[in-house]
């Protein structure tokens, strides 16, 4: 069983929640949060004890005391960092590189109007400059990344496009070595993929599908159970009949 990494005392002075941009707040909401598409990554990536999940949350060098203010401070739309220090992430409402010791493993950007050009070609900058060893970005339609799928992995210190590749339905895909997962573009949607089964992650969407599928099935097999037990009761019914005539044939 995994041990949770804790320092010996949590930060007491948090860092300040993120600004509120509606156009911002609503394309994470659609992707990663109502799908659960980063709480089945989580629960997929495992090691939860030592593993920080999140998002939309202050990313930084320096402590916060030594922060002027917030202003060009990246602010990512999902991270995660293994072997970190989950509760200190969340006691400090952010991740702190020089209090968790390392960058971040994977970053990824969704686009929306206010952020494409920025998450493009600014955060690029940024993250490379933070030695984050993944970068990616999804652009639900293409228009505000000028992709709908991008990814970049650290190499030398610069960033190098990740092969991304159009498969036979239309979608798109590129393979994340940090996570090890396969990233898709599918119909405008943010799906991840194990890439050893062939078979997508978990959304909610998936598991109500497949509950819907259980069900018909139990639906079906319930319903074959009592035309079995209808035809049963009819076939013994007729039985009791036939009995009741060979008695009468015989003046019983």
Request: hydrophobic share 35%; no cysteine; net charge negative.
């Amino acid at each position: 069983m995994t041990t949770a990494k804790s320092p010996k005392s949590l930060p007491t002075y948090p860092l300040p929640d993120t600004p509120f941009i509606p156009d911002e707040k609503m394309t994470v909401f659609d992707h990663l949060t109502i799908t659960g598409s980063a709480h089945f990554l989580a629960q997929y990536l495992g090691n939860l004890d030592t593993t920080v999940m999140g998002g939309d949350r202050y990313l930084t060098t320096v402590l916060p005391a030594q922060l002027a203010d917030m202003t060009g401070v990246p602010y990512p739309d999902m991270l995660v960092s293994f072997n970190a220090y989950p509760d200190v992430f969340r006691a400090r409402n952010g991740y702190v590189i020089a209090e968790q010791g390392k960058p971040p493993d994977f970053v990824l950007e969704v686009a929306s109007e206010s952020t494409g050009r920025r998450d493009a070609v600014d955060k690029r900058i940024t993250y490379a400059a933070l030695d984050i060893p993944e970068y990616w970005r999804f652009d639900e339609t293409g228009a505000y990344h000028g992709a709908r799928l991008a990814g970049d992995r650290l190499v030398g210190g610069q960033y190098e496009p990740i092969l991304i590749d159009e498969l036979p339905d239309g979608s798109l895909q590129g393979h994340s070595a940090i996570l090890n997962v396969d990233v898709r573009w599918v119909d405008g949607h943010l799906v991840w993929y194990d890439p050893t089964s062939g078979e997508p992650v978990a959304t909610f969407e998936s598991l109500r599908q497949a509950f819907a599928r259980e069900s018909e099935a139990l639906t079906r097999e319930r319903e074959a159970l009592n035309q079995e037990r209808e035809a049963r009761i009819q076939a013994e019914t007729r039985v009791r009949e036939l009995e009741d005539q060979i008695r009468r044939l015989r003046g019983e």
